[in-house]
């Protein structure tokens, strides 16, 4: 009698119908993938999120006369020893278009550097592997990533056709994920914005130095675009989570379906349970056992199955073009244990009561 009542010999004696139960778990875990893909969007923007992080951008603004203000400010950063200033021109209206592992398009963001020393220095300081010897004055940076995802290679020149407010050349690629295009344009006038960074000071105490100095004076701090992007991609989160609550539902009410038609043919065989002594609690225990043993093989099958998905589509389509998959995502493990909870656990509740009212006597 033991070894019948098992879950395992159960799932082990009727794998045809343990495998149509199983197909049915195996949707939610559908949900993971979708949040990978949604999360995916969050890898065009780490890198930026991080590089304007890095350091601190300021710039005068125009209400301030003669550009007083942003001038004393610089004149005070620049005296102090541990601070970098790297005067850029206030003119950097370029961007280029890419698409996302979803295929949409975004632009990028993008920074100015007055000299390639400049550049060169800050790229040191944030840690940016390449060769990057031979950027000179009109050249253009950019990631391999995001080459890759536009079909650019070193020695090409991108100008207005590509969203560059001039022609410039390809003379280095960043060996990061950071989908930011990255500019050296010389000029001696109109310097009136700044790159502030330190050798020896961490982000947040450049920025705070920098707070400090310039006080309530007439100029701009600008702030990280993480924020920004938060604000821009919630939306499509919130989607998702509406999504996931509706599909949910929907298997919800299907699992439970499919199951109770199963369980139904089995009220003889449970009420035989029940009259050989089996307890009600020994009842929803085993029907709890079953079906979650077969809602596990069916996670772990579908999570291994958008593994290989995942690391075949990464290798064989999305890194080749500069795009990529995550693995896992908060976002995309959120929707598999919700999706997993709100359908398993009714499924569970409901059939255990509906086998402790099976009675022999009744058939």
Sequence with gaps: MKKPFSAFYYVKENVGRSLLIGSMFFLTTMLLLAGNYIQSNYYYWDGICEYTESLTDIAGLPTDENYEDYKAVIE???A????????NSGFSASALS??????FTMGSHCARFNTA???QTAFRIFGY???FSKVHDGSVIISEPLARNLGFKLGDTLGPEEGLHGEFTLDALIDEDIFAVFFVETEEEN???AHILSETLSPKEVRERVTQVVGDRKVKINVPVRAEVEKNLGPINLIFYVALFLLSFVLAVSVNSVIAGHYAKRTY???IYRALGRTKGEIRRKCTAEIALTDAIATVVGIAAIELYTFLMNELYYIPHGQFLPYWSVLGIVGLVVANALVLIPVVLLRGRSMCRADVTEF
């Design 98 to 103: 890419w698409k996302c592992t979803l295929g």
């Design 129 to 131: 592997k390449g060769d």
């Design 117 to 119: 020393e400049d550049l």
């Design 76 to 78: 005070e950063l620049k």
């Design 80 to 87: 102090d020893p541990e601070i970098i200033v790297m005067l």
């Design 191 to 193: 310097l009136i914005r």
């Design 269 to 271: 065989e449970f009420g």
